[in-house]
Structures are given as structure tokens and as C-alpha cells.
Nanobody
Framework: QVRLVESGGGLVQTGGSLRISCTAS????????MGWYRQAPGKQREWVATIVASGITNYADSVKGRFTISRDSAKNTVYLQMNSLKSDDTAVYYC?????????WGQGTQVTVSS
């Protein structure tokens, strides 16, 4: 079982930066993949970024060059650094972990970008 807790969301102005965190219970070294997803009001949840056990990262085109996913294995935490934020980035951001072909989700953290 993996428990995920997101934090760090909030209100930020357009063009600003924010870093959100996802802390996993247990060691994330045995988790195959961790990623961030987001869901804006009235829209489907969409993939944002992924980091695999080897450290390789991938990003959605909409955030490439602006967002950076990273992890601190010692703290069992994955981060999403978000720069040059736009109003379209407003959403609830969810952390997902995949271990042994099972998906685990956090409760989400709200990110609001105001103009």
C-alpha cells in the first residue's frame, strides 16, 4: 500500500512560480513511476509529468520548458516546480504512484493562477 500526500498549492499571479510536493509513505525506491496530473473545473484529468525509477522524466507539451519534476528519495518526496505560470495552469494537481502495476493517488492540491 502506498499513501500519497500533496502539499504546496496556493494562489499565484500569472508569470509566477510555485513548487508542489508529494510525499509517499514507505520507500519510493520500490515505486516504478511517479507522476503529476491535473484537473481543471469542467475538464478531464490530464497528465502533466512523470519520473521513473531511473530518473528519466517526461512532460506534457503544454508544460514542457516551464515545469520540472524531480524527486528526493531520502525524503520519499516528488516535486513539481512550476514556472511562468499561466491561467490555464489553474487546476487541482494530483500525484500518482505506480507500484507493481497498481495506481495510487493523492488527494490533490489546488493551484490557482490569477491575472
Amino acid at each position: 500500500q502506498v499513501r500519497l500526500v500533496e502539499s504546496g498549492g496556493g494562489l499565484v499571479q500569472t508569470g509566477g512560480s510555485l513548487r508542489i510536493s508529494c510525499t509517499a509513505s514507505g520507500s519510493i525506491l520500490i515505486i516504478n513511476t511517479m507522476g503529476w496530473y491535473r484537473q481543471a473545473p469542467g475538464k478531464q484529468r490530464e497528465w502533466v509529468a512523470t519520473i521513473v525509477a531511473s530518473g528519466i522524466t517526461n512532460y506534457a507539451d503544454s508544460v514542457k520548458g516551464r515545469f520540472t519534476i524531480s524527486r528526493d528519495s531520502a525524503k520519499n518526496t516528488v516535486y513539481l516546480q512550476m514556472n511562468s505560470l499561466k491561467s490555464d495552469d489553474t487546476a487541482v494537481y494530483y500525484c500518482k504512484a505506480v507500484r507493481d502495476m497498481t495506481d495510487y493517488w493523492g488527494q490533490g492540491t489546488q493551484v490557482t493562477v490569477s491575472s
